[in-house]
């Protein structure tokens, strides 16, 4: 019922930007919080950028000044705007969002791939 999709993903160089999509659809009457995450080959999952429903925002100390966490509420969409991409932010990001629908609880994505190269 609840599906979150994932776009923007794709190769850059180090230095470039990406601009990564969550589009939530579904019986949806409200989302709450909302959280981008990334996973990279051998590592923890881990959280990069959350948003509330008023739009407060926190970010991972390895992420600060270069992305931006943003809501679109009319279109049930979130966006990560990334910049000054590093090497080392190579990841499956993944979006998730805390729903309240039918079948409350917090929904994820399958991920997009971003690969930065130097």
């Known amino acids: 019922q609840v599906q979150l999709v994932e776009s923007g993903g794709g190769l850059v160089r180090a230095g470039g930007s990406l601009r990564l999509s969550c589009a939530v659809s579904?019986?949806?009457?409200?989302?709450?919080?909302m959280s981008w995450y990334r996973q990279a080959p051998g590592r923890q999952r881990e959280l990069v950028a959350a948003i509330t429903s008023g739009h407060s925002t926190n970010y991972a100390d390895s992420v600060k000044g270069r992305f931006t966490i943003s809501r679109d509420g009319n279109k049930n969409t979130m966006y990560l705007q990334m910049n000054s991409l590093k090497p080392e932010d190579t990841a499956v990001y993944y979006c998730t969002a805390d729903i309240i629908s039918g079948v409350n609880g917090v929904f994820w994505g399958r991920g997009t791939q971003v690969t930065v190269s130097s």
């Open positions: 579904g019986n949806i009457r409200r989302i709450n919080d």
